[in-house]
């Protein structure tokens, strides 16, 4: 069957494209791109529209797999539909050291079942550890551990995961060794490693070098996670200057960060260990939990201790990030839209929901940011720093995930009271030439693909 997309603004800047060009489909590729109208059997109107390369997001966090065997698939719950219906067509997951499950076996799962976006994953560092019997993320892994995490790691990446993910701020025991011989594996594959690195605000510098010097060391090229939640605390235009310096001499290092002035993680990861009020200058004030009995609530020092001693899973928000900074982050050519999403019971950040079309809204419309870089951002540069040939493009060839929206109406509408909401403004969206999302509708929920490299 063939698919016409027709007057659209086409913007593709891996291409360094932005006119007015149809699109035709076939077999889930793009067959031509031309300002004729060729025959088709169905057509989609795109005028006034920007029609866009599908959304990458590069850095999630995958659906959990169920006692059935099954991904999430609950409208409200799953993150993979959230992702799609704000544009998102391909995914990397297994970010911050976290796996849901293995991930070799997950990416069979995707296979086997499909799931809502096209799916890529890195190995987890932490997930890896633990499978190996290492359990306490105080202390450094025996040289046995080691060992083993490294022969399952090889596995890993042979079966097609892009790299491994650090979550050093989770894993604090894991030291410079363990660091090296596990991203080791990387090295004869030409894989990446990303990190969610070990500290943040004033200690950002020491907890970048940590993990850039290493990269350097084997050679890798780097991903720095969320930089706006690590150094948004002041340090941004230092922080973006000394990641531009390891750039300046040779390293492959680039960042994403996710539009929001706030962060989410478990009020008991070790985030808030003894000393992350001074840390952050702030009080018990600045933490909203969002699950269980204080939903929706700030913490005071009581609430804080309940919740931390008896509920350590529950997801919190942590307001405590400077706009500036934040906004500088995005702005920077080294920086790339990844969502940071993540959800536990449907329950989370917006971002999960949101971060793409708030791109649009806040810093497209806003005038901080052209409508041709924000595309660049979600998914020339994602597809690059992985690799993709055939995504985050539309030439002729490229695999036929797109995204269909109405700049001027585009818009988040995920709240932290209701994350899962969807977004506004995109008319459709088509994956592997087919489409699976149109207005909000998720048509298709089974079109994606795993996506592995090899
Ligand atoms: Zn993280």
Not at 186 to 198: E, F, G, P, Q
Not at 255 to 280: L, N, V
Request: with cysteine; proline share 4%; glycine share 10%.
């Amino acid at each position: 069957m063939k698919t016409l997309i027709q007057n659209g603004l086409l913007i593709d800047p891996r291409n360094q494209v932005q006119a007015k060009l149809n699109l035709l489909l076939e077999n889930g590729r793009v067959v031509s791109v031309t300002r004729d109208i060729p025959p088709a059997d169905r057509s989609i109107d795109a005028a006034g529209m920007t029609v866009s390369p599908g959304f990458i997001d590069i850095h999630m966090h995958e659906d959990f797999v169920g006692a059935d065997g099954h991904l999430e698939d609950d409208d409200q719950k799953a993150i993979f539909k959230c992702m799609l219906r704000m544009g998102v067509t391909t995914v990397l997951g297994g970010e911050c050291g976290i796996n849901r499950y293995d991930p070799a076996q997950y990416l069979d799962i995707v296979d086997r079942d499909g799931a809502a976006v096209n799916v890529a994953l890195l190995a987890g560092h932490a997930f890896i550890r633990e499978a190996c019997g290492h359990t306490d993320k105080y202390t450094p892994a025996t040289e046995e551990e080691l060992a083993a995490m490294a022969r399952m790691l090889d596995e890993e990446l042979d079966a097609g995961c892009f790299g491994i993910s650090y979550g050093i701020r989770y894993t604090p025991g894991l030291n410079r060794r363990e660091l090296l011989e596990t991203a080791r594996a990387c090295v004869s594959r030409k894989k990446m490693i990303a990190a969610h690195v070990r500290d943040d605000a004033a200690e950002i510098f020491a907890a970048g070098r940590e993990f850039l010097d290493a990269a350097r060391e084997l050679k890798l090229p780097a991903q720095f996670s969320h930089i706006g939640s690590m150094a948004g605390f002041g340090q941004m235009e230092d922080f973006l200057a000394f990641i531009a310096e390891y750039r300046m001499n040779g390293l492959d290092v680039s960042c994403d960060c996710y539009p929001y002035y706030a962060f989410s993680t478990a009020i008991g990861a070790t985030t808030y260990d003894d000393g992350w009020m001074e840390r952050y200058h702030c009080d018990y004030g600045v933490i909203e939990i969002c699950e269980g009995k204080y939903k929706g609530q700030r913490c005071t020092k009581e609430i804080f201790e309940e919740e931390r001693r008896d509920h350590p899973e529950h997801l919190t928000v942590c307001y405590v990030m400077k706009e500036q900074d934040v906004d500088m982050a995005l702005q920077s050519p080294n920086v790339m839209l990844g969502s940071d999403g993540i959800m536990n019971n449907g329950q989370g950040h917006p971002r999960a929901a949101g971060s793409f079309p708030r791109l649009f809204s806040e810093f497209v419309r806003k005038g901080k940011l052209s409508l041709y870089e924000a595309v660049r951002m979600c998914t020339a540069m994602p597809a690059e720093r992985l690799g993709l040939k055939n995504k985050g493009s539309l030439q002729a060839g490229a695999d036929a995930d797109i995204v269909i929206f109405n700049p001027d109406t585009i818009a988040d509408r995920a709240t932290f009271a209701e994350p899962a909401l969807p977004p506004v403004g995109i008319a459709c969206v088509l994956i592997n030439g087919e489409i699976a999302m149109q207005h909000g509708e998720i048509i298709n929920g089974r079109l994606g693909k795993a996506v592995r490299k090899i």
